[in-house]
């Protein structure tokens, strides 16, 4: 059983299962995308006092779900699962993951950068970058391995980068590096 003092927040109660099964920690869930006023004040006030981590499906309500509660709580973490690795007998989830890739990626979850440190990257340089446009997606999947971002839209992919405040020199060195 692998202890972990941050607290989870997962979707459903068949993930907080599921991660009970191999996780000690405090895991709550947000009751899918019907997470209600009491339930976010609660985070809220929580996230004063212990470090929380958002792991949602990879799909586009747990995508919806953690930019909710990112936009009310800037200083979650996020965990992110691959996609192709959450899907089992047609359900994509966190609790069809393996075991290996939930802790992977709770061991890589991604700590936002509330006061930048470097000018934050622009379309214009993901451009530049052969991170958005034609011929990209090869580039961007190399990054958000490399970085644990998940998969993401254009737009999400500069968000995320820019949450964790990387220079366009860095995402050079990653996408030269084979």
Do not use: W
């Amino acid at each position: 059983m692998i202890q972990i003092q941050d607290v989870i927040i997962v979707e459903g109660l068949s993930d907080k299962n599921y991660l009970s099964t191999f996780i000690q920690a405090d895991i709550l869930t947000c009751n899918g995308s019907a997470m209600d006023r009491f339930s976010m004040d609660y985070l809220k006030e929580l996230s004063k006092h212990r470090n929380l981590i958002i792991l949602t499906d990879p799909d586009y309500p747990g995508e919806k779900i953690r930019n909710t509660i990112a936009q009310q709580i800037p200083n979650c973490k996020h965990a992110f699962i691959d996609k192709k690795r959450a899907i089992k007998k047609n359900k994509v989830g966190v609790a069809e993951c393996d075991k290996e890739e939930i802790l992977h990626a709770l061991k890589h979850a991604l700590t936002p950068t509330l006061n930048p440190i470097h000018p934050l990257l622009t379309p214009k340089d993901l451009f530049d970058l052969h991170l958005l446009g034609p011929e990209s997606k090869l580039n961007r999947e190399k990054i958000s391995l490399y970085f644990h971002l998940g998969y993401c839209n254009g737009k999400t992919f500069l968000k995320r980068l820019n949450l964790l405040n990387l220079t366009k020199k860095e995402i050079e060195v990653v996408l030269n590096h084979d």
